[in-house]
């Protein structure tokens, strides 16, 4: 797929260039309060075209090399946030049913679930919920701006329930292929935090360029708000 080569979606020679470790990628501008946001690379050549691949061309023997860069993202994620030992939910983005049904499967829980798979074998305590349920329809989000795309998708998610008796020590990481604006992450951040869970993070697979940032230190605007209405 990236280097043409027959017989294999992916070879292992470019299967080897894809990044092994995460970063922070806070948006700008960011959303009030929005948790460590980590990703594996920029949303631009050879890992945008795998990611669309996998996502609308239906290749999904990339699901196995997209789920270890996400991998590698969640794992600097814990690292980063000192949730080491603790149990941690991989909660994905959910799409619409039809979207999920014009494009033969669900491209963000697939990596997901590999991706919990490769944690789980290197030894950490990580699994997939799928908490958050989407409760109405949203316009495209093509062309829109980061206002535009906040209101588009405000009170667009729901989760299903907080936690349950014996797992107020689990926290969960939501979980995408893209970010852009941060709006899709905030969105299911408010709506996991207002059912009881503590989110530690935002794990992606790639970012878009103008909106990453490397420092580790978020911006002013993206330091979490007191604000017990968000």
Known sequence: MVCARPGRALCREC???LPRDGRPAWPTPCPAGL???MTGGEYADDLKRLVNAHKEELVLALAGPLGNV???VVADLI????????PVHLVPVPSRPSVVRRRGHDPVLRMT???AGTLR???SPVG???LLRPTRRVADQAGLGAQQRAAN???ALRAVRGPRTGTAAAVVVVVDDVLTTGATAREAQRALEGVGWEVAGVAVVAATRRRAVQDPTPPRQCLPLCDPGD
């Open 15 to 17: 299967a080897a260039t």
């Open 35 to 37: 948790a460590l946001p």
């Open 70 to 72: 996400l991998a590698a």
């Open 79 to 86: 690292r980063e946030t000192g949730l080491a030992g603790r």
């Open 113 to 115: 679930r590999r991706a």
């Open 121 to 123: 074998h290197e030894g």
């Open 128 to 130: 997939v919920s799928g």
């Open 153 to 155: 998708l405000a009170g």
